[in-house]
């Protein structure tokens, strides 16, 4: 038996579901990227807004590639649970916020017209760094955007032109992916592509607030489907695993209304900058370092890497010493409080987030993630011997020797590899005119520390 509207009354009374008239609930909101990141996180803020009194705000999510979500969620009439797990157990929830999935090449008219519709009010997207087409220095790489077709930008530009032909309304374009300023990105990777009184309006009528999101979402396993479906009965091909922990910093301007996301404990915030940058340098910065350092110890899960002393005391001088020190706080903004709960949440045995998830495009990361705080505390006079390591790490990862490479840029970095040692490698990415120097462009001292860490990996007591 499969989970869907006509079974989920056989769900065991232990199954959490909101409740709320779902037939009734008009559409408002379309997604792109719908993977297990939305369904686990802005799904379920949208689903205590609507579980709350908000109307109309169903989501259609859209897959921009694959038909793999689609094939999970449409025979279940839009149904999936949510697994939250620590070390006290799992709690389980069915979340009724997704209302359609759309594969956007299979059917580029549907997607236009869920864009287009008057009742859409709302865009919110998580497609990765990469799929924004970034340069390493910064800025929208439109020769990128060209050659691809097809991208959120395209996507979201034509949804400008249809709703200012037909006088539908702006939009809220509200992106949920791990970047500084992701707000400001989106609006000129868009902008780009318009021109004219469509050009006119988007900038002037249109909202693109900047957001920081966090939640820990491993790839669902299939261990993990078929646990969930002892548990609840039947089988749900949709269902997503994650921690307890969630928050959601959201940039308080919106083109027209919006649901009461603050109800599941979003914040509406006149400005993100200080949550975003220690989300990006702490969180995410540890991450990655703990994904490329754990994957050369011969880690496979974070827990796993976060538990390696070696590891470890890198990590903890990266978040505590370096990062926070990068850093403007907020007033009230508890550095040292947060260092002490990711490395809490990154030992949770129960969720098995998988190294190779995170040390996927390496190369669109690293900059947010440690490039400006290695150029920031440069200028405050701040040792950086952590960062280094962890950029080290990434640098002997793109050698292939702990498993495959996958970054956009893995050929060409893995060519430079092929006809560079070490300190050539660092001269080539991080010297002068090298493919990272706008990011941060290494010293003589900072070069030659970095390419013997290359070299030596990391120091083990």
């Known amino acids: 038996m499969r989970l869907s509207e006509a079974t989920r009354g056989a769900l065991p009374a232990a199954v959490a579901q909101a409740g709320y008239a779902r037939a009734e609930q008009a559409g408002g909101i379309v997604h792109l990227g719908i993977g297990a990141f939305h369904r686990a996180h802005q799904a379920v803020y949208t689903d205590d807004a609507m579980a709350a009194g908000d109307r109309n705000w169903a989501i259609t999510g859209v897959s921009l590639r694959s038909p793999q979500v689609q094939e999970q969620l449409a025979p279940q009439d839009g149904l999936y649970t949510v697994a939250t797990r620590d070390a006290d157990g799992e709690r389980l929830r069915v979340i009724e916020a997704v209302r359609a999935v759309l594969v956007a090449p299979h059917d580029p008219a549907a997607v236009a017209a869920a864009l287009a519709a008057p009742a859409t009010r709302i865009v919110t997207l998580t497609v990765t760094e990469k799929g924004y087409h970034r340069l390493p220095g910064g800025g929208i790489d439109g020769a990128s955007v060209e050659r691809a077709g097809g991208t959120i930008y395209h996507y979201l530009a034509q949804a400008v032109r249809d709703r200012h032909a037909a006088g539908a309304g702006p939009m809220t374009l509200v992106s949920c992916d791990n970047m500084t300023d992701n707000g400001h990105v989106l609006h000129e990777g868009v902008g780009s592509l318009l021109d004219g009184a469509a050009a006119a309006w988007f900038a002037r009528d249109w909202a693109c607030p900047s957001t920081m999101v966090d939640r820990i979402v491993p790839a669902t396993a299939p261990d993990d489907l078929d646990r969930i479906a002892r548990h609840i009965g039947m089988r749900d091909d949709g269902a997503v695993v994650t921690e307890p922990f969630r928050q ?184 002068a005119g090298g493919r990272f120097a706008a990011r941060w462009q290494a010293d003589d001292g900072a070069a030659d520390a970095l390419a013997a860490m290359v070299e030596n990996g990391v120091e083990r007591n």
């Not at 706080?329 to 949770?348: I, T």
């Open 248 to 431: 959601w910093v959201i940039e308080d301007r919106f083109a027209t209304d919006r649901p009461r996301w603050d109800v599941g404990g979003a914040q509406f915030v006149a400005d993100v900058r200080p949550y975003e940058t220690a989300k990006l340098r702490m969180l995410n910065g540890a991450h990655s370092a703990l994904a490329y350092l754990g994957l050369g110890a011969g880690h496979e899960f974070v827990h796993q890497a976060v538990a390696d002393p070696a590891v470890r005391q890198v990590v903890e001088r990266l978040m505590r010493r370096e990062a926070a020190a990068s850093l403007d706080a907020a007033p009230g903004q508890d550095l040292d409080g947060y260092a002490d709960a990711l490395l809490a949440r990154f030992a949770n045995p129960a969720l098995a987030h998988r190294l190779a998830q995170i040390a996927s495009d390496g190369s669109q990361k690293v900059g947010p993630r440690w490039l400006e705080a290695l150029t920031i505390n440069r200028a405050r006079g701040v040792e950086t011997p952590a960062t280094l390591a962890a950029l080290a790490g990434w640098l002997r990862h793109l050698r292939g020797q702990a498993g495959p490479v996958n970054d956009p840029m893995g050929d060409e970095l893995a060519a430079l590899w092929r006809d560079h040692d070490a300190r050539g490698m660092v001269a080539a990415l991080f010297g």
